[in-house]
């Protein structure tokens, strides 16, 4: 199992989503996607898509930066 990172802090709507999936089809089966975006749409949409697309989402956290999230996901 191994980790990417993906930073989408500068994204807006659809294209996080769609950002997102490129890179968990990349990934194999057990590997897991750190995603760094921002609250308010992508904050909903990116960890509901993903879960609707199959994929686990592991942990939602705050980062030490205001209105900065980490998503976990494993492919």
Not at 47 to 72: H, R
């Amino acid at each position: 199992m191994a980790t990417y990172n993906l930073d989408i802090t500068k994204e807006h709507c659809p294209m996080t989503f769609v950002k997102t999936k490129i890179e968990l089809n990349k990934l194999q089966k057990g590997d897991v996607l750190n995603v760094k975006l921002t609250e308010g749409e992508p904050l909903e949409n990116v960890p509901k898509s993903a879960a609707e697309q199959g994929f686990n989402v592991l942990s939602v956290k705050e980062t030490e930066t205001s209105g900065i999230y980490n998503v976990e996901i494993e492919k």
